[in-house]
């Protein structure tokens, strides 16, 4: 394929977020297209370093192509859960800064045959590493509670147990392939009052996705990773798509920035604990020009933390 098409998302503010030094070193968890690397090379002298991670194939292509000619940006195919040992394996042990955008890019969901959209009828894939369990597994194989869980809890649809159920019984006459194939058991589902505020299949969808990439389950430990690997000063930005993920990325950076944890009612601090960081800001959201401009862009938040001494 000739690109990865990716529409990046408060790309200007998570670059600033990351308050670059010019001659750091740092790392993109999410490269994608590499936008957001791109974008940061602008602001690095010649003795700057990028590091490119994606475990998307099509992505790492993409940016071996776009950046052959700039030897400051190494590209590796991996996950950013294993950050401290890719790095480790490029002989790196403190970066200056570290950015992660974790949705879905818009190359994934707009190859059809990737099965990442419901607005498409495509094999029910959704794997970001084109390898291992894909959603078409799941939907055949897991059980009616599994099934139940895993939408309820990662795409927050209270509809979760009839869906389950009528995946379970539309599988018994025939496997379920394709992304079409499942709209269709999710739509009938539901009732026409839930069907008229949003697309219905977009939390199963959401939830399925995460289950095949891990997404959830792997955060919080990537999140004190990626943290681990700066140095002082060093700083981590992190883009979320929802509550799920913002949460996680939320509680992490504030125990990062927590103190004595002692009882209030003790005379003098014995745990020993202080903070590790502190944040620049909240949160940040796009504008309204963004969203205007990219619909996709709706839900992102923007979080970032300062490594303190």
């Known amino acids: 394929m000739d690109g990865f098409n990716h529409i990046p998302v408060l790309l200007n503010e998570t670059i600033d977020a990351l308050d670059v030094k010019r001659d750091g070193t740092y790392v993109d968890c999410t490269a994608g297209g590499g936008s957001h690397s791109a974008a940061l090379l602008d602001r690095l002298s010649e003795k700057g370093r990028i590091v490119c991670i994606d475990r998307d194939p099509e992505a790492i292509d993409c940016l071996k192509r776009r950046f052959t000619d700039d030897p400051r940006v190494t590209t590796v195919k991996g996950n950013y859960v294993d950050i401290i040992n890719l790095l480790s394996d490029l002989g790196l042990v403190g970066v200056d800064g570290v950015m992660a955008d974790l949705g879905v890019s818009s190359h994934q969901l707009d190859t059809d045959e990737r099965g990442f959209?419901?607005?498409k009828d495509a094999p029910l894939d959704?794997?970001?590493?084109?390898?291992?369990?894909?959603?078409?597994?799941?939907?055949?194989?897991a059980s009616k509670e599994e099934l139940k869980r895993i939408i309820f809890t990662y795409g927050e649809e209270k509809y979760a147990p009839s869906i389950a159920e009528n995946i379970v019984k539309a599988r018994e006459k025939a496997p379920i392939r394709t992304t079409f194939e499942l709209v269709d058991i999710i739509k009938s589902s539901m009732p026409m009052k839930a069907k008229r505020d949003a697309h219905p299949a977009r939390r199963t969808f959401q939830a399925l996705r995460i289950e095949v990439n891990h997404e959830?389950?792997?955060?919080e430990a990537a999140v004190n990773d990626m943290f681990t690997v700066l140095k002082p000063g060093g700083r981590l930005a992190i883009i979320t798509f929802h509550s799920l993920e913002d949460r996680i990325v939320k509680k992490s950076f504030n125990s990062f920035c927590?103190?004595?944890t002692c009882p209030p009612e003790f005379p003098v601090c014995v745990c020993g604990k202080k903070p590790r960081g502190r944040l620049p800001f909240k949160s940040r959201a796009p504008s309204a020009e963004e969203t205007q401009n990219n619909y996709r862009a709706h839900s992102a938040r923007l979080r970032a933390i300062e490594k303190i001494t």
């Open 117 to 119: 959209s419901f607005h």
């Open 126 to 141: 959704m794997r970001m590493s084109l390898e291992g369990v894909s959603a078409a597994d799941i939907v055949n194989n």
């Open 216 to 219: 959830i389950e792997d955060l």
């Open 258 to 260: 927590t103190g004595c």
